[in-house]
Structures are given as structure tokens and as C-alpha cells.
């Protein structure tokens, strides 16, 4: 998008030569003529069976002009700005935010853009298994962290509960470990931020290669109790830290050691007593954090059941998040009477219970990924309760004043799951239920895409110019983006799917 002066318009550039307005009607007319009969030679020898059709003329003059550009206007203060009239005025249907739930996070991201070495913006992502593997996570993060800042890789857990657990940029090793989620014990417990508890006695350790960005720090999380054990942190090799967890009360820790420059390996080992450790945050300087905190088979139960009050309310306030996603459903969806008759008051109740630890924090609740089941040989359908359980996540947001991002509507809403499961390359795996990495990418570059949008709108909102280089930058950004992270991803089936999700957000 290109702005011009008057006098950008009537400026000749040197050495042009000056052209008659009856010079230029007859350059025009032959270029006509020769589009005209290249048209012609192209639709008579390019295809026989049909020989030449004189809707071709007809085509040829039936041009389509381009659509206004968004009117800009000056402002001294901040540059041209686009204009409320412009096309991102209408409200997504896809990010819905009626009670405004999202300002003080997209308030906090405009810091961070004016004053980039400002400080950190986090985000606490709380999901089931597909973020247990950091796959829409981990490209929301990169997509994110290009724009506003790597401030590092975020929390980790300490070893992997399961084999397929996993964080982008961080390879996770350890043994030793006795291993307890909310999910396996479905009750109240001492879990930590990611839902996970590690005890271990001496010989227990863990090891974290940093395959990515390098990071300047890490806080260890743990309980510090009476009779508490010690472990001692080791970068390359190298002893950093010993950290004693003896206490005289109970409670979670935190200790923040410093990594010297090009740590590639920190390992953790427990040197004496019994210990007990949820997870290691990485961070790297100012910019967004974006935690990936993800259980295997997790449910809404998980925030609405098995965090201690107490302790999270701890774990919340030492994260301090500027916006929690809500990120469940896919697990409920196989539980058609819980759905149809509990499963709304259990997300009232999650929500409420991170509304009082949590005061102030935007909440997003995003919905699950379509998933699919098998009727007969080769048929794959939605399952019924998939729609049922984003109508109802839909409704408990607007009740609870919280935004609300449709995954499922913007993959393509019925049917997308038989879609993506015979798109080549495959963007769901044979469960139809986890994406492939290339579907996992295109999911998250449907969220930046909405989350970006209405960032803008808040612009908007807030009076806040657009320059015209930063138009052009962030129209390119997100083109580039899009394209390098999930493009390929949607060569065959999934395109109908994306053009689906432009409908849908502007319906």
C-alpha cells in the first residue's frame, strides 16, 4: 500500500519522456489489440475440443477495478491512521470479545511495542494434549515473539510425563522421578503451574538442551517444606547453584539462577533428601513469554478441581500472566452425558476459580479442534458433541465476560476433520482428534490472525495511528507468516477450509 502527495503525483521522474495524452490513447489501443489477439490465438489452439468462444471479447473488457483503498487520515501526533470505516471496524465472529475481556492484554502488548526493552508480556496457555506436545502452542509462540519479543522459552516442565511431552526449543531428559498429574489423580493435590509434580530422592536429575534461542536465566519452582531435600543446577557441565528446599512451612518457591552466555545443556540433580519440583522457566530479557501448559487427557476439571487455592494462587502471582487461555474440550466431547448435562457448570467453575486467584487477568476460553469418528468403511464424521461443547464454551464466555476463540468454526466447522484427514500432506493424524504439525501451525495461524486483528481494532479504538511503513509492514508480516508456518499446509482440501474461515470471520 503506497501513499502519494499531490506532488509525489505531478512529479516526472528524471529522465522520462514526456508523453502526449494522443500518444498515450494509441499505445493503448494497440496493447488492446494485442491482448486481444494473443487471447484469441490462445483459446483456438490451446484447446480444439472447443474452438474459439466469442465470450472470450467479452471477458477481455470486463475488468474488475480494485476496491477503494482504506482512507487515511493525518495525525500529527501519531502519523496517518486508518480510519474507523476501514475494514477492520466489523467485529470477528470468530474472536468474540464483547465485554472487552481483551484491552489490558492488547494494552500491555502496545507497551511493549513502544518500549520494547520495557519488561515481559506472559501468557499462561492451559490445554490438553495437543499442548502438551507444544504444537499450536509452540507456532503461536514463534509467530508472537517475532513481533513483540523473545523474552524466552517459558515454563517447562521438570521431566517428561509422557513420552510424546514436549516444548520447542527446550529438549526435555530426566529419570528418577516419581511423577504425579492432575490428570492421573483427578483430585485436589500439590501440582505446581503446569499440573505436574516430580519427587525424587538423590540420583533423581534432569537435563534441558537449549536448541533455539540462548537463555539468560532459569526459576526453579518447588515446594519448599520442613525436612526438605537439596538439588544443585549445572550449566554445561559446570556446578551453578545449590538450592536448599528445607523450610518451616509449606509452600511453593521459587529460585532464579543466571546462566552464563551460550549455555547450551542445564542440568539438575538431586543431591541430598527428598525433593519435590514442578518446572523450570527459561527466560531471555524483555518481550512476551508464551507458556505451554498442556496434560495428557486433560479436561476443564483439571482448573476447576485439582489446583490447591492456596498454592495457585502463589504459582499465578509469581507467573503474573497479562492473559490465561482456557484451552479444553476435546477429551469432554467422548463423554456425551457429561457434556449434555455437568459440563457447563464445570467451566463456570474453572472460570470463577482463575476470576479469584487471578483478579484482573483476562480470561480467553478457546475451543477445541473439530474431531472426527469413522461410520462404515471410509466415512468420517464430526462428532456430535464436538458443536455442542463450542455453543456451550460460546455461552459461558458471554455470561462470564470472557473472550472466546472458535477453532473449530475456523477450521471450516462440519465435516473439516474428513477434510484435513485426506488433505496431502495430512493436517490430522489417523485418531482424527491430534493435528500433525503442519495442521497444529495452521490452527495457530488462524489464532494470530484474530488475536492480530483485534489488536488492531483496539488501535482503533484507542485513537492509536497506523503509520503508513507500518501498514505495509504488518499486512506483508502476517502474509509471510501465513505463508512460511502454514501455506503449504493447505495445497489440496484445506483450502476451501481457509477460504471458509475468511466467511466466517466476516459474517
Given at each position: 500500500?503506497?501513499?502519494?502527495?499531490?506532488?509525489?503525483?505531478?512529479?516526472?521522474?528524471?529522465?522520462?519522456?514526456?508523453?502526449s495524452p494522443?500518444?498515450?490513447?494509441?499505445?493503448?489501443?494497440?496493447?488492446?489489440?494485442?491482448?486481444?489477439?494473443?487471447?484469441?490465438?490462445?483459446?483456438e489452439?490451446?484447446?480444439?475440443?472447443?474452438?474459439?468462444?466469442?465470450?472470450?471479447?467479452?471477458?477481455?473488457?470486463?475488468?474488475?477495478?480494485?476496491?477503494?483503498?482504506?482512507?487515511?487520515?493525518?495525525?500529527?501526533?501519531a502519523?496517518?491512521?486508518?480510519?474507523?470505516?476501514?475494514s477492520?471496524?466489523?467485529?470477528?465472529?470468530?474472536?468474540?470479545?464483547?465485554a472487552?475481556?481483551?484491552?489490558?492484554?492488547?494494552?500491555?502488548?502496545?507497551?511493549?511495542?513502544?518500549?520494547?526493552?520495557?519488561?515481559?508480556?506472559?501468557?499462561?496457555?492451559?490445554?490438553?494434549?495437543?499442548?502438551?506436545?507444544?504444537?499450536?502452542?509452540?507456532?503461536?509462540?514463534a509467530?508472537?515473539?517475532?513481533?513483540?519479543?523473545?523474552?524466552g522459552?517459558?515454563?517447562?516442565?521438570?521431566?517428561?510425563?509422557?513420552?510424546?511431552?514436549?516444548?520447542?526449543g527446550?529438549?526435555?531428559?530426566?529419570?528418577?522421578?516419581?511423577?504425579?498429574?492432575?490428570?492421573?489423580?483427578m483430585?485436589?493435590?500439590?501440582?505446581?503451574?503446569?499440573?505436574?509434580?516430580?519427587?525424587?530422592?538423590?540420583?533423581?536429575?534432569?537435563?534441558?538442551?537449549?536448541?533455539?534461542?540462548?537463555?539468560?536465566?532459569?526459576?526453579?519452582?518447588?515446594?519448599?517444606?520442613?525436612?526438605?531435600?537439596?538439588?544443585?543446577?549445572?550449566?554445561?557441565?559446570?556446578?551453578?547453584?545449590?538450592?536448599?528446599?528445607?523450610?518451616?512451612?509449606?509452600?511453593?518457591?521459587?529460585?532464579?539462577?543466571?546462566?552464563?552466555?551460550?549455555?547450551?545443556?542445564?542440568?539438575?540433580?538431586v543431591?541430598?533428601?527428598?525433593?519435590?519440583?514442578?518446572?523450570?522457566?527459561?527466560?531471555?530479557?524483555?518481550?512476551?513469554?508464551?507458556?505451554?501448559?498442556g496434560?495428557?487427557?486433560?479436561?476443564?476439571?483439571?482448573?476447576?478441581?485439582?489446583?490447591?487455592?492456596?498454592?495457585?494462587?502463589?504459582?499465578?502471582a509469581?507467573?503474573?500472566?497479562?492473559?490465561?487461555?482456557?484451552?479444553?474440550?476435546?477429551?469432554?466431547?467422548?463423554?456425551?452425558?457429561?457434556?449434555?448435562k455437568?459440563?457447563?457448570?464445570?467451566?463456570?467453575?474453572?472460570?470463577?476459580?482463575?476470576?479469584?486467584?487471578?483478579?484482573?487477568?483476562?480470561?480467553?476460553?478457546?475451543?477445541?479442534?473439530?474431531?472426527?469418528?469413522?461410520?462404515?468403511?471410509?466415512?468420517?464424521?464430526?462428532?456430535?458433541?464436538?458443536?455442542?461443547?463450542?455453543?456451550?464454551?460460546?455461552?459461558?464466555?458471554?455470561?462470564?465476560?470472557?473472550?472466546?476463540?472458535d477453532?473449530?468454526?475456523?477450521?471450516?466447522?462440519?465435516?473439516?476433520?474428513?477434510?484435513?484427514?485426506?488433505?496431502?500432506?495430512?493436517?490430522?493424524?489417523?485418531?482424527?482428534?491430534?493435528?500433525?504439525?503442519?495442521?497444529?501451525?495452521?490452527?495457530?495461524?488462524?489464532?494470530?490472525?484474530e488475536?492480530?486483528?483485534?489488536?488492531?481494532?483496539?488501535?482503533?479504538?484507542?485513537?492509536?495511528?497506523?503509520?503508513?511503513?507500518?501498514?505495509?509492514?504488518?499486512?506483508?508480516?502476517?502474509?509471510?507468516?501465513?505463508?512460511?508456518?502454514?501455506?503449504?499446509?493447505?495445497?489440496?482440501?484445506?483450502?476451501p477450509?481457509?477460504?471458509?474461515h475468511k466467511?466466517?470471520?466476516?459474517?
Amino acid at each position: 500500500m503506497a501513499i502519494f502527495s499531490e506532488q509525489d503525483k505531478n512529479t516526472k521522474p528524471e529522465g522520462a519522456e514526456a508523453t502526449s495524452p494522443r500518444r498515450a490513447r494509441l499505445k493503448t489501443a494497440q496493447a488492446l489489440v494485442v491482448l486481444v489477439a494473443a487471447l484469441l490465438a490462445w483459446h483456438e489452439w490451446g484447446n480444439q475440443a472447443q474452438g474459439m468462444d466469442s465470450s472470450i471479447l467479452t471477458a477481455t473488457f470486463n475488468l474488475h477495478l480494485p476496491a477503494p483503498p482504506v482512507e487515511i487520515k493525518t495525525s500529527k501526533s501519531a502519523g496517518p491512521t486508518i480510519s474507523v470505516g476501514g475494514s477492520l471496524s466489523a467485529e470477528s465472529k470468530l474472536l468474540v470479545d464483547s465485554a472487552k475481556e481483551m484491552d489490558s492484554f492488547y494494552a500491555a502488548l502496545w507497551n511493549l511495542e513502544q518500549s520494547p526493552k520495557s519488561g515481559v508480556v506472559t501468557v499462561l496457555h492451559y490445554g490438553d494434549s495437543p499442548t502438551t506436545a507444544d504444537l499450536i502452542t509452540g507456532d503461536v509462540r514463534a509467530t508472537l515473539q517475532d513481533r513483540f519479543g523473545d523474552a524466552g522459552r517459558g515454563y517447562t516442565l521438570i521431566a517428561k510425563p509422557w513420552p510424546w511431552y514436549g516444548h520447542r526449543g527446550v529438549e526435555v531428559g530426566g529419570h528418577g522421578w516419581r511423577i504425579k498429574t492432575g490428570v492421573g489423580l483427578m483430585r485436589e493435590g500439590v501440582y505446581g503451574l503446569g499440573g505436574a509434580s516430580f519427587e525424587g530422592e538423590a540420583g533423581a536429575s534432569s537435563t534441558y538442551r537449549l536448541t533455539e534461542s540462548q537463555q539468560s536465566s532459569a526459576d526453579f519452582e518447588y515446594l519448599s517444606k520442613p525436612n526438605g531435600g537439596s538439588f544443585t543446577v549445572s550449566a554445561d557441565g559446570v556446578e551453578v547453584q545449590s538450592v536448599q528446599t528445607a523450610a518451616d512451612e509449606t509452600k511453593v518457591a521459587s529460585t532464579r539462577i543466571e546462566l552464563p552466555a551460550g549455555t547450551k545443556a542445564v542440568e539438575l540433580h538431586v543431591s541430598s533428601g527428598t525433593v519435590q519440583l514442578f518446572g523450570v522457566d527459561f527466560h531471555r530479557g524483555p518481550g512476551l513469554i508464551y507458556d505451554s501448559l498442556g496434560l495428557n487427557g486433560a479436561t476443564t476439571s483439571v482448573l476447576a478441581r485439582t489446583q490447591p487455592p492456596v498454592l495457585w494462587k502463589d504459582e499465578l502471582a509469581h507467573a503474573h500472566p497479562q492473559l490465561i487461555i482456557v484451552n479444553y474440550g476435546s477429551n469432554e466431547s467422548s463423554f456425551g452425558s457429561f457434556v449434555h448435562k455437568l459440563y457447563a457448570d464445570e467451566l463456570r467453575l474453572a472460570i470463577e476459580r482463575i476470576r479469584k486467584l487471578a483478579p484482573g487477568v483476562p480470561i480467553l476460553i478457546m475451543s477445541p479442534m473439530d474431531r472426527g469418528e469413522r461410520r462404515g468403511l471410509d466415512e468420517i464424521k464430526t462428532m456430535p458433541t464436538i458443536p455442542e461443547i463450542v455453543e456451550i464454551q460460546r455461552k459461558v464466555a458471554a455470561e462470564t465476560h470472557c473472550a472466546f476463540f472458535d477453532t473449530y468454526d475456523a477450521m471450516g466447522g462440519d465435516g473439516t476433520i474428513a477434510r484435513w484427514y485426506a488433505a496431502n500432506p495430512r493436517l490430522v493424524t489417523a485418531d482424527l482428534l491430534h493435528p500433525t504439525p503442519q495442521g497444529a501451525a495452521t490452527v495457530a495461524g488462524f489464532f494470530v490472525d484474530e488475536l492480530s486483528l483485534g489488536y488492531d481494532r483496539w488501535k482503533m479504538r484507542h485513537g492509536i495511528g497506523f503509520s503508513a511503513a507500518a501498514i505495509v509492514a504488518q499486512k506483508l508480516g502476517r502474509f509471510s507468516c501465513a505463508h512460511a508456518r502454514h501455506g503449504r499446509a493447505l495445497k489440496e482440501h484445506p483450502q476451501p477450509a481457509k477460504r471458509e474461515h475468511k466467511a466466517r470471520r466476516n459474517q
